[in-house]
């Protein structure tokens, strides 16, 4: 199968950084998409930010010019560099990709990692 493994995650103060990487591994014969979703205590899980395969990249409105994600293919990995981090920040961020597997080449499978705790506090 497909593991996601998220790292960086911790306690900032505001206005500073901090820097999530995740990495794929097992059956993997590409990925299409990957990238970050965020859940809120009382919120929905939203997207942070996602990089297709052709280079096109989402990123949701509260973090556009203060998060940068970047992918990297040869090491199937994606991180997202988060600058001047808010108290509205605050989540557990969630590695997403979409794959397509050794296991079924045809067709293209979600994938999550277990969450990393970002806490942005004073």
């Known amino acids: 199968q497909v593991h996601l493994v998220e790292s960086g995650g911790g306690l900032v103060q505001p206005g500073g950084s901090l820097r999530l990487s995740c990495a794929a591994s097992?059956?993997?014969?590409?990925?299409?998409?990957m990238g970050w979703f965020y859940h809120a205590p009382g919120k929905q899980r939203d997207v942070v930010a996602l990089?297709?395969?052709?280079?096109?990249?989402n990123y949701g409105s509260s973090v556009k010019g203060r998060f940068t994600i970047t992918r990297d293919d040869a090491k199937n990995t994606v991180s997202l560099q988060m600058n001047n981090l808010e108290p509205e920040d605050t989540a557990v961020y969630y590695c997403?990709?979409?794959?397509?597997?050794?296991?079924?080449?045809?067709?293209?499978?979600?994938?999550w990692g277990q969450g990393t705790q970002v806490t942005v506090s004073s």
């Open positions: 097992g059956n993997i014969s590409d990925i299409l998409v």
């Open positions: 990089t297709a395969k052709n280079g096109n990249t």
């Open positions: 997403h990709a979409v794959i397509q597997t050794t296991l079924r080449p045809q067709g293209a499978d979600s994938f």
